[in-house]
Structure formats: structure tokens, C-alpha cells
């Protein structure tokens, strides 16, 4: 017969790892505080981060309806929330960890000040003094000695960061290092929130303040320039539960102001950026990726597309303890990954819309584009070249990044004004073409292991791109004969 007995976790063990949960850092910390603040009904939301002469505190505090004492200890418990339960629509928590490992990971000591109906109650967790689960409680002087003056006047929640060795590198964090950490999560927190602070969605508009500076939102799709393609929305359904998904492809940079260029493309650029943003209950969850559905490339950096989901499919899309990241549900893979293939093309011709576009009267693919805007005539290397975008779209997405600088470069870098004066002064000792047939194969052979894949493996198709395509285009007779050679008939 099996028997039991009581085996709890040490509480100096548990705590300290739960500053290991999730990937936090300063803004996904704060964020996770202010998912509380919001289910709160909190109007605004003042953050302060002190330097401290290298031992930094943070305050955070809400305008909420607060808590009784009794939800003071609640909140406070470890693993407060079953996962598994259901919850109200506006609910942005789920494991009942949040404000404790989002806090624990970032400080040592954890206060919690809040008031409700007038009765204020205190708090805390210090991880240097935690045998047998000691919780410390504040009496009322040491909650009016302690408390932010605006706690003592209405209602609402304060939490207290201190001994904050993440923040300070163990005391050796310098000024410049510690603002820049705060500039960080300012920006960080304004896309997070962006919905909350522009109260879109017929939310509650939000105000948040980092010290002392307001939060302006972030609107990672720049709806409001009229540049910007926005695309239908898209209402489909998993397990039951309804979700939606929305694209947008965002102006060449030629259209956008510099502030708003270095907004959208935040630290990392428009490459980096480009992708999925995942919502949950209107707050930003993950961005910046394609779920392994196709590539970062140069071509689809304009692409953004907003997936907004319930907290009812927390389970099926894996949200994770620290709400920072989402795995993609197997049975939503192929119909996303038919509008991101969609949507890359779109994205293409608007990354090279610098102007208007000269097309070949032909219809053959050139490898130089001409573009003429405001009365300038400028050449650009053509993207939809499939040698070109083969490389854009390289599966080593470092080099394909090099390859697109390489491009800038050379395009940057092309002799018009030689080229003019050669071509005015002796145009028939001009000539850009292959040197002999012997190199014009060479680069063919080379080219054509690319283009088949192109081609999606099929020689018709191979011949057919061959024949509209520069420089092959302009030589079809010795191509044909190339490839009879090599066997790669239509009918092999």
C-alpha cells in the first residue's frame, strides 16, 4: 500500500530559481508588473528607476482598484494561479508567478504596498531571509514611511525593487550603462503596450510614465501613414476558440520620415523586425519572427503581420512563464504560410518602389532596374532577379544581409557620369557583354544549379525563366544548345 508524507521545496531554493524563470530582462520584467496593473483597471502607471549610486531601486506604482490584505498574500504566494483555470477575458496573467519572478529576477528584495477601500496592507519577500517561507509583513508606519504619498491618499499598488543585482552587476553598473538599460525599456515598453497607450480596440487609453517621461506609442505597422498597405483582416479559429490575423507591408524608406524609420526598425532593423507579431489580450507578446515558415530576407522586410489571440489559447500556442514567447500551432502552419508567401512578393515591389518603375517593353527580367522619381533617373540591381533573390533570401541570414550591402554598394557606387561621358565620346568601343562563349557558359553552369531550384526542379520551367531572363534572354540559341547539351531537355 503506498503512503505519503509531506515533501515541500526548500523556500531559499525555490525562490532563487524562480529568478531563473523565463528570459526576463528590465522591460519584460516591468512589463509582467504592468500586465497586473491593467487587469487592476489601473489609468496610469508611473515607473522610477534610480541608478542609487550603483545600487539601483525601482518603484512602480498603479492607480488600480488595489488589494485587500487577504489578495496581498494571495498575490505574494508562489504559483498563485492554476494555469489551467479559466479566466476573464481581460486577464493578462496565467501561472500566478508573474510579479514574483518577474520581480525576483531582476532584485533580491521584493515589496509589495497596496490600498483598498481606504485599508492599506505591506508585504515582502527578501531572498537573504526566507526560512520556513517567511513573509515579511509591514505594520501601517512602516507602509506610510515606505509608501509613495499618492498610496496614502487612494487607492492603488506600489512595488519596491531593491537590492537589484541583476540591475547593477553587483554594484558596478555605471551611469551611462544604467540609462541606457532604462532608454531600453522605455522604447521596449511603448511597443509592448502600444494598444493600451493609444486605446485602440475600445481599451481604456493608458498612461504610462518612466521617469517622468510619458510613453508615446509605438505602432510597429504605421497605420496612419497613408503608405502603409493594410491588408483585411483574416477571422479563422483553433480548438474552438476564435483569433484573428491582420497584415500590413510598410512604406519604402523614401516615404517615411528618419524618426519614424528608426522607430519601426528599433535596434535591430527592418530585417530583424519583419514577421509575426503575436498579441495576447492586445498586449505584444513576440515579434520578429516567422515561426520557421520561410526566411528573414531583404525582400520581406516591409512584411508585418498581427496575430491577436485570447488568453483561452495560452495552452495550444505555449505561452511561456515570462510571456515573451509563443510557439506556432502545427494546424496553423500551411494557411500562414500561404499568406506570408503572398504577402513577400507585395513586400518585394514595394522594397523597390523608389520612385516609379521603367519596365522592359519586352517583358524580359533585366538585372538592372531603372527608376525615375521627382524628374531623377536612378538604377537599382533588380530583386526579382533569381539569382538576386536567391541570395536575399539565403538560408545563413548573416550573409544574406552582407549580400544586400554588397548591393547598396554597388548601386550607390554605379559610374553613371563615366559611363555618360564614354559612351558620348566613343560608344563603339563600349561593351558590358560576356567577353567569349566559353566564360558566358561558365557563369551559366554556375547560375544553373539557383535556377532550377527557381524553377521548383522542373526544365521546362528552367527554359522558360532562361528565356526572359538577362543575360541569358539575349542569347537563347546558345543556351538551348548548352542545355541539350548538359541533357536537361524538356522531356528529362
Known amino acids: 500500500m503506498v503512503t505519503y508524507r509531506n515533501n515541500p521545496p526548500d523556500a531559499a531554493a525555490l525562490m532563487t530559481s524562480a529568478r531563473s524563470f523565463g528570459n526576463y530582462n528590465l522591460p519584460s520584467a516591468l512589463a ?11 489609468r496610469a502607471i508611473d515607473i522610477l528607476c534610480f541608478r542609487n549610486d550603483g545600487e539601483p531601486v525601482v518603484r512602480i506604482f498603479d492607480d488600480g482598484h488595489g488589494m485587500t490584505q487577504d489578495e496581498l498574500y494571495r498575490a505574494m504566494r508562489p504559483a498563485s494561479a492554476n494555469p489551467d483555470e479559466e479566466r476573464t477575458a481581460d486577464d493578462l496573467g496565467r501561472f500566478g508567478w508573474g510579479m514574483k519572478s518577474a520581480s525576483l529576477s531582476q532584485c533580491r528584495h521584493l515589496t509589495v504596498l497596496t490600498r483598498r477601500d481606504g485599508v492599506l496592507s505591506g508585504a515582502s519577500w527578501d531572498l537573504d531571509d526566507l526560512a520556513d517561507w517567511k513573509m515579511g509583513i509591514l505594520d501601517l508606519k512602516e507602509i506610510e514611511e515606505l509608501a509613495d504619498p499618492r498610496l496614502l491618499q487612494r487607492d492603488g499598488t506600489e512595488i519596491i525593487w531593491t537590492k537589484c543585482d541583476r540591475l547593477s552587476e553587483y554594484g558596478r553598473v555605471k551611469s551611462k550603462e544604467f540609462n541606457e538599460l532604462v532608454a531600453h525599456a522605455k522604447s521596449e515598453l511603448a511597443l509592448t503596450f502600444h494598444r493600451y497607450l493609444a486605446g485602440e480596440h475600445g481599451l481604456r487609453k493608458l498612461k504610462i510614465s ?20 493594410i491588408k483585411p483582416v483574416e477571422h479563422l479559429e483553433l480548438d474552438g476558440k476564435p483569433f484573428n490575423v491582420q497584415a500590413f507591408i510598410l512604406p519604402h524608406f523614401s516615404k517615411i520620415s528618419s524618426h519614424e524609420h528608426e522607430k519601426l526598425g528599433g535596434e535591430e532593423g527592418f530585417v530583424r523586425n519583419q514577421g509575426f507579431y503575436i498579441y495576447r489580450q492586445h498586449r505584444l507578446i513576440m515579434h520578429g519572427t516567422w515561426f520557421r515558415l520561410v526566411r528573414h530576407g531583404e525582400l520581406s522586410q516591409l512584411v508585418r503581420i498581427a496575430v491577436n489571440i485570447p488568453n483561452s489559447l495560452d495552452a495550444i500556442w505555449k505561452i511561456t512563464v515570462d510571456k515573451s514567447e509563443a510557439q506556432l500551432p502545427s494546424g496553423l502552419r500551411s494557411r500562414l504560410r500561404e499568406i506570408v508567401k503572398a504577402l513577400k512578393g507585395q513586400s518585394g515591389k514595394v522594397f523597390q518602389s523608389r520612385g516609379g518603375r521603367i519596365k522592359p517593353a519586352d517583358g524580359r527580367t533585366p538585372v538592372w532596374a531603372k527608376y525615375v522619381r521627382n524628374g531623377e533617373v536612378r538604377y537599382y540591381l533588380n530583386r526579382e532577379h533569381p539569382l538576386i533573390a536567391n541570395m536575399l533570401e539565403h538560408d545563413d541570414s548573416e550573409v544574406a544581409q552582407w549580400f544586400g550591402a554588397a548591393l547598396g554598394v554597388i548601386e550607390d557606387c554605379f559610374p553613371a557620369i563615366s559611363i555618360g561621358e564614354d559612351f558620348t565620346s566613343r560608344p563603339g568601343q563600349m561593351n558590358q557583354s560576356a567577353l567569349d562563349r566559353d566564360a558566358f557558359i561558365e557563369r551559366l553552369d554556375t547560375a544553373l544549379p539557383a535556377l532550377l531550384v527557381c524553377s521548383e526542379g522542373s526544365f521546362e520551367k528552367l527554359r522558360a525563366l532562361l528565356r526572359v531572363t538577362e543575360p541569358w534572354a539575349a542569347h537563347t540559341a546558345t543556351v538551348e544548345e548548352h542545355l541539350m547539351a548538359k541533357g536537361w531537355s524538356e522531356n528529362a
Open 32 to 42: 509582467d508588473l504592468l500586465d497586473n496593473s491593467i487587469k487592476a483597471k489601473a
Open 210 to 229: 518612466l521617469n517622468g517621461g510619458e510613453l508615446s506609442p509605438i505602432d510597429p505597422f504605421l497605420r496612419d501613414h497613408p503608405a502603409t498597405q
